[in-house]
């Protein structure tokens, strides 16, 4: 009994100064510059096997690593990876309707590599990225766009349309844009799997770090911190 009378006491020792500390603003305080703890949504990383984590466990591709970084930098927002290896961006485009059943605030949206890879016709596939963008923003939705770029073996003049495709819609759509998706990441050794064109878990580390800022700078304007 007394053992009970005391474990009473303690607990509410404990909720007096939790209470005390909210009143007054004693408690932890958040780290600088993070973001305030009601801030939350959902962000869907929509792409081809770059973001689907080709060759690493689902942990490692940058989704995961994203949701980990935002999560310790106060943003609670969830990272959904809706990655599909060797999707084209015809079939990213087929797909934004069933996308939309995830409830997506914020896409992060990385598509036509394998377009590239397969000679596409530049336009085209520009074509096809302004559609998924002006469907997702019709639909409310902010879009971060990834840059992309294509090996060089497909000549300087396909290579430079290709790498211009998302700037233009960037510009055209008024969207964030990531410069390039594999900065710092693209034909480095060790930091791609043995293909040469997906990278490792520490790959993603690095992606991860380069898409982040773009990532806060939507939820900031989308009202979530």
């Not at 408690?27 to 929509?46: E, M, N, Q, R, Y």
């Not at 700037?167 to 998706?181: C, D, G, Q, T, Y």
Request: aromatic share 8%; hydrophobic share 40%.
């Amino acid at each position: 009994m007394l053992y009970a009378k005391e474990n009473l006491m303690r607990n509410l020792f404990t909720i007096f100064t939790l209470a005390l500390c909210t009143v007054t603003g004693a408690g932890p305080a958040l780290a600088a510059g993070a973001a305030k703890p009601d801030s939350h949504g959902t962000i869907v990383a929509f792409g081809d096997s770059l973001t689907a984590g080709y060759g690493v466990p689902e942990s490692e591709a940058y989704p995961a690593q994203l949701q980990r970084k935002l999560h310790q930098s106060g943003y609670q927002w969830t990272v959904i990876n809706a990655g599909i290896s060797g999707e084209t961006s015809t079939g990213a485009l087929a797909r934004v309707d069933w996308l939309m059943k995830l409830k997506p605030d914020i896409v992060i949206l990385e598509t036509g590599a394998n377009d590239g890879l397969r000679g596409q016709d530049p336009e085209f596939t520009r074509r096809n990225i302004d559609k998924i963008v002006s469907s997702l923003q019709g639909k409310g939705v902010m879009v971060v766009l990834a840059g992309m770029r294509i090996l060089r073996n497909l000549g300087p003049s396909y290579t430079a349309k290709f790498a211009a495709i998302y700037p233009r819609v960037a510009k055209e759509r008024k969207v964030i844009l990531v410069p390039f998706f594999l900065d710092k990441v693209a034909g480095k050794e060790g930091l791609n799997l043995s293909d040469g064109i997906h990278p490792t878990g520490k790959g993603y580390g690095i992606v991860t770090e380069t898409v982040y800022p773009y990532v806060v700078k939507a939820i900031k304007q989308k009202g979530g911190a």
